[in-house]
């Protein structure tokens, strides 16, 4: 077990107390709140509560009378109990305590809890009556999730903004925690982001993602705004830690509600098209050292496709559908490569109307970018995973992207395209199914569809994919479907 000891100076610093248990609370978790009478264990459990509901003036009642009250809906299901009246301990077996379904908040439990948060009336250096030591014992994963929450808080302090207000954003498929920060009448976006080496082995070393490398964020990012795009300023960094706050380009998008806006997705082919005017500085500097973005290659294309039997078909990748995917790749045209950002879709797309040109579109989450077919990106923006593009709509991004790129091979160019539009479409439907089968994520299989009509209709643009198009009309039924 793990002891961290916390000074509390106010009913405001509890709160905030609150907060940072609530960040790394997960179902699951029992919290045990020891401490006498008016010590302040009902005003932490509110505090972690509301953190969790998101909602700063959620009603929560003391539960001495009702024992036990639940909640739903946030980011974690809560059961929070006052066993004070429970004289016998035997009792506290019949109020459903200790299943794994929801995270629990325990005041005077009557046994010892796997995690326990005792609370003392003042410090060493503050009698004051409002003063309190917060003694936090867990095991090893939790006393270091927590550990890191207090040292992000610090370096929010250090960055001039530990009297904002914090609130989670939404997560998508990343493994990193954004918050938004409020101060007067500015915001911030703070980006907790661990540093790590992957192991060797491992999917992310595999398939060549920045996971654990903040420099490559760092590095593509100044190369963005750079070359007159908008990608979030630095505000402050500690890149090591992996703590980075940075300027709030707000939540404008080029889709909404699901829908294309057709001129934003215009000018987002504009800006990807002034990018790729002059090819990218080998290696990118980075304040960490240079960075030297992988290379998009038949070796990773074939591993990431990989993932569509795996998880689509649930079965293993065979050597000829390996040895299909390898022919057409190796076929690639790589007269035009530039740095590709690899998810320039509608999500990390956003609209910054204030701005003019192609600085209207905020550009987010680009630390995995990679040498590539400057034909990378324009899937990814006229195929977009997660946003039907209609046809006539694609087809004016990618004329809208080549009137910006004089003197291409247009023909190889465009059959570069759908190579590139057909691998990518592949991994995506079994990333779709994996987050949904492995992660718990369905909303991603509202997608497929889309993303299968694009498939379908890259493999049958261009000969150089009919081998591969043959495999998936006599392994899957999506060349049939409508």
């Not at 080496?197 to 903040?214: E, I, K, M, V």
């Not at 290379?295 to 078909?313: I, K, N, S, Y």
């Not at 879709?345 to 550009?363: F, M, V």
């Amino acid at each position: 077990m793990n002891s961290i000891v916390i000074d509390i100076a106010g009913e405001d610093a509890m709160a905030a107390l609150g907060t940072d248990i609530a960040a790394v609370l997960q179902t699951g978790d029992r919290i045990g709140l020891v401490g006498d009478l008016g010590a302040g264990k009902t005003t932490l459990a509110r505090a972690i509560v509301r953190a969790i509901a998101g909602d700063p003036a959620l009603e929560v009642p003391s539960p001495t009378f009702t024992l036990v009250q639940p909640y739903e809906g946030g980011r974690v299901p809560i059961r929070h109990a006052d066993l004070y009246r429970v004289a016998d301990p035997a009792e506290a077996d019949e109020l459903g305590l200790g299943e794994p379904d929801a995270a629990e908040l325990v005041e005077w439990p009557k046994a010892p809890l796997p995690i326990t948060v005792a609370i003392a009336f003042g410090t060493d250096a503050d009698e004051d009556e409002t003063a309190r030591r917060v003694t936090l014992t867990a095991p090893e994963a939790f006393a270091a999730r927590f550990a890191r929450r207090l040292a992000l808080r610090a370096f929010v302090e250090r960055a001039g903004w530990g009297a904002a207000a914090r609130i989670p954003l939404k997560q998508d498929a990343s493994t990193r925690n954004y918050e938004r920060l409020y101060r007067d009448e500015t915001s911030a976006v703070l980006m907790n982001a661990p540093a790590f080496t992957p192991a060797p082995d491992s999917y992310p070393a595999r398939a060549r993602l920045a996971d654990g490398n903040n420099n490559a964020f760092l590095a593509v990012g100044a190369l963005l705004r750079s070359r007159g795009l908008s990608a979030p300023a630095v505000l402050s960094a500690d890149a090591g830690a992996g703590f980075l706050l940075l300027e709030d380009l707000g939540d404008g998008k080029i889709a909404e509600d699901g829908v294309p806006v057709a001129e934003r997705y215009r000018l987002a082919a504009d800006a990807l098209a002034a990018f790729h005017q002059s090819p990218p500085p080998d290696p990118v500097p980075g304040p960490g050292g240079p960075h030297a973005p992988p290379r998009f290659d038949t070796t990773l294309a074939v591993l990431e496709v990989g993932l569509f039997p795996e998880w689509f078909l649930r079965t293993a990748p065979t050597d000829e559908y390996a040895a299909l995917w390898r022919t057409a790749l190796d076929g690639l045209w790589r007269g035009d490569d530039h740095l590709a950002l690899r998810d320039y879709h509608s999500p990390n797309c956003l609209w910054l109307p204030a701005r003019e040109g192609i600085a209207k579109i905020g550009i987010i989450d680009y630390q995995d970018a990679m040498i590539a077919p400057s034909a990378y990106d324009v899937v990814s923006l006229a195929q977009d995973a997660r946003v039907r593009i209609p046809p006539a709509l694609e087809a004016d991004l990618v004329s809208r992207y080549l009137a910006g790129r004089p003197g291409l091979d247009v023909a190889r160019w465009r059959e570069a395209y759908h190579i590139v539009g057909a691998q990518r479409a592949t991994r995506i439907a079994g990333v779709f199914r994996r987050l949904n089968d492995r992660d718990g994520k369905p909303h991603y299989l509202g997608y497929l569809p889309h993303v299968i009509d694009a498939l379908r209709r890259n493999l049958t643009a261009t000969p150089a994919l009919a081998p591969l198009a043959a495999w998936f009309a006599s392994n899957t039924e999506i060349m049939d479907a409508k």
